[in-house]
């Protein structure tokens, strides 16, 4: 399972937000590349962007900063998720060195563009679902859908989808411990391979998911904890590898 640390743009800067909000940021670093360095040198074998303005706009608006960060770690595997909606946003994002493209807004309110996405660029493209209370929601989290998290999974199991973000709203940013059962339920509801997001605080959630990572979970995203402190990425990577 890898330890995927978390970097959110908004306005050009590193931050945190608690349960989605825009209002309720705290801004970390307004070196975002510089910040990208500390978890390369902690180890990291991925890194996870989210544009959050850009979520909001439905358009990339921290594009620069994802480019200067896959420019200056063009080893090191890239995720970038918030306002991918056409395929021009994707093709630009992978020709500059992004490995993967996270649709989220996109994937619920027309599915058929993820099944389009995956033609266009095979083992590129990861689905983002963000839960309110097992219902997606979108727009940033501004809207929540009715449509449920696994029955959207299951629907996208034969396009040739890498992996889905599973993110607990209610425990995102929140250090409230990540919701286990939520998400191997969402690891169970497709053959798609999970990667858990939200509420992940220390090592004792790592150990709690690194136990049912055989359901399929092959990954945890952690923001807030790692840059507050309670989670260290080299520690919980060498605990993820059998050595912790």
């Not at 970097?7 to 910040?35: E, N, W, Y």
Request: glycine share 12%; aromatic share 4%; hydrophobic share 45%.
């Amino acid at each position: 399972m890898l330890i995927i640390p978390a970097i959110d743009l908004k306005d050009g800067q590193c931050v945190r937000l608690r349960q989605g909000a825009m209002d309720d940021s705290t801004v970390f670093s307004d070196d975002p590349v510089a910040m990208a360095r500390r978890w390369v040198d902690a180890g990291c074998r991925r890194l996870h962007l989210v544009d959050l303005n850009g979520a909001f706009a439905g358009e990339p608006v921290n594009g620069a900063v994802v480019e200067a960060i896959a420019a200056a770690y063009p080893q090191l595997p890239v995720q970038i998720g918030g306002g991918i909606r056409d395929l021009a946003t994707i093709e630009h994002y992978l020709k500059a060195g992004v490995s993967y493209v996270i649709i989220g807004t996109q994937a619920v309110k027309q599915p058929a563009f993820v099944a389009e996405a995956c033609r266009a660029f095979p083992g590129r493209v990861i689905v983002g679902l963000d839960a309110r209370d097992g219902r997606v929601a979108t727009d940033g989290w501004a809207e929540v859908s009715d449509v449920q998290a696994a029955e959207l999974a299951r629907r996208f199991e034969a396009d040739g989808v890498s992996a889905i973000v599973y993110t607990d709203i209610a425990r995102d940013g929140m250090m409230q411990g990540v919701n286990v059962e939520a998400t191997v339920a969402m690891a169970r509801a497709s053959r798609i391979p999970v990667i858990a997001s939200g509420g992940i605080t220390d090592l004792d959630d790592i150990r709690a998911l690194s136990a049912v990572a055989g359901e399929g979970i092959i990954g945890a995203i952690t923001g807030r904890a790692i840059y507050e402190g309670t989670l260290d990425v080299a520690e919980a990577q060498r605990l993820c590898d059998g050595d912790g």
